[in-house]
């Protein structure tokens, strides 16, 4: 079985900081992790996706994620945020099989203050 | 390009009332389709899941089924509603195991 852990619930930083959202994941076989992003009262979006090579992989809007085997893990990061970037973030990993189930983390909101 | 369209947008529905919710994807054939519920402030969880017309598997029990009849049509629905039916019903789609995975605009759905 597989599992995601997000260890923060709620995230809070001021416009202009860098972002650090946590993500470890628990899975036997080969990760396919996943970040989206939702906003209030609409459906997710991708920010960036790792497959496979290069451990770090550029997202959209200057999102950027290190996946890391040793660790399990794959966070979220971003050198400066903006007040358009609070939202809920999950952390999302693939399981093999071809009904390409996916498993959420439990979601970070973050708070950003302007 | 592909778009996904679900419907109703939001329904108010009295316990033990039936509910049938939709989605429609244009511009890709034969996608695999999701339904995901995601219950007020938690995480998403799959509750069906399709790879072919008429054929729908169930990954999580919660009195609701699923059908998909046609190739680009997946529907959510239950005869008698429960109140821990209420909360936000996303569909999906992806090509296969591993691609990105699209998600609608959503249900919202609140049982009284």
């Known amino acids: 079985a597989q599992s995601v852990t997000q260890p923060d619930a709620r995230v809070t930083v001021s416009e202009g900081a860098s972002l650090q959202l946590r993500c470890k994941y628990s899975?036997?076989?080969?990760?396919?992790l996943f970040w989206y992003v939702q906003y209030p009262r609409q459906g997710l979006q991708l920010l960036l996706k790792?497959?496979?090579?290069?451990?770090v992989v550029q997202g959209v809007n200057g999102f950027e994620a290190e996946f890391s085997k040793s660790n399990s893990s794959f966070h979220l990061r971003k050198a400066s945020v903006h007040w358009s970037d609070s939202a809920v973030y999950f952390c999302?990993?693939?399981?093999?099989?071809?009904?390409?189930?996916?498993?959420f983390g439990k979601g970070t909101k973050l708070s950003v203050k302007s | 390009a592909q778009t996904i369209h679900q419907w109703p947008v939001a329904e108010i529905k009295a316990v033990g009332s039936p509910l049938s919710l939709g989605c429609t994807i244009k511009?890709?054939?034969?996608?695999?389709l999701y339904w995901y519920w995601q219950a007020t402030g938690g995480t998403l969880q799959q509750l069906f899941y399709?790879?072919?017309?008429?054929?729908v598997e169930s990954v999580v029990q919660l009195n609701l089924s699923a059908s998909r009849p046609k190739d680009d049509q997946f529907i959510l629905s239950t005869e008698k509603l429960l109140l821990s039916h209420s909360g936000f019903y996303l569909c999906?789609?992806?090509?296969?195991?591993?691609?990105?995975?699209?998600f609608g605009k959503g249900t919202r759905l609140t049982v009284v």
């Open positions: 999906a789609w992806s090509l296969q195991w591993g691609t990105e995975v699209f």
């Open positions: 899975y036997s076989g080969t990760p396919y």
């Open positions: 790792y497959y496979s090579g290069d451990p």
């Open positions: 999302v990993l693939s399981a093999e099989g071809s009904n390409a189930k996916l498993t």
């Open positions: 511009g890709k054939s034969s996608p695999n």
């Open positions: 399709s790879i072919t017309v008429g054929q």
